[in-house]
């Protein structure tokens, strides 16, 4: 997903119905409109490869670490407070193969994001109880900086709903 189009990153050819979005910026923050299938295959949009992408991979996909934007303005991190106990479970998909060492976690979560040339912060804190550290909100964020926009796309859960979240940056 960047500021323009976000569609079907497989290398297969489009069906019927298939979907495209658009962000759009907005007084609040941003929006996703439906955009044609046409739009993604114009001469003026074309993909945004890992390299290019704002943020490096790595920002907030371990359980702890931190990361800067590659135009320096964002500073991403999680970190943990709490308990730790190791254990053995149940290995594979189901569970039922070879035992596997596993950390189990109960404490609070925190992921915090830091605009550098403003020093606004915005912090979430995640609950954890005898969690493992895989299990816990997979938060994706999408940061546009040509919008001023960050957008954090499963970052909370209501009722079982991953929620997303859309924070005006400042310009800089």
Excluded at 67 to 83: A, P, Q, V, W, Y
Excluded at 100 to 120: A, K, P, Q
Aim: charge should be positive.
């Amino acid at each position: 997903m960047a500021a323009g189009v976000a569609g079907s990153r497989l290398p297969i050819p489009d069906t019927p119905g298939a979907v495209a979005w658009k962000v759009v910026a907005t007084a609040e923050c941003a929006r996703l409109d439906l955009a044609p299938i046409t739009l993604i295959q114009s001469p003026g949009v074309t993909a945004v490869k890992v390299q290019q992408n704002p943020l490096p991979m790595e920002c907030a996909a371990a359980f702890e670490g931190s990361c800067t934007s590659r135009d320096g303005k964002l500073h991403i991190s999680t970190s943990f407070e709490g308990r730790r106990r190791a254990a053995r479970v149940g290995g594979g998909f189901f569970g039922n193969e070879s035992p596997v060492d596993t950390m189990f976690y109960t404490g609070v979560r925190t992921l915090t994001i830091e605009h550098l040339h403003s020093r606004l912060v915005l912090r979430m804190h995640e609950r954890l109880n005898n969690t493992q550290g895989y299990s816990a909100v997979p938060t994706a964020l999408r940061y546009l900086p040509e919008m001023h926009r960050l957008l954090l796309l499963g970052a909370a859960e209501t009722n079982g709903m991953q929620l997303a979240h859309c924070v005006v940056l400042p310009p800089s």
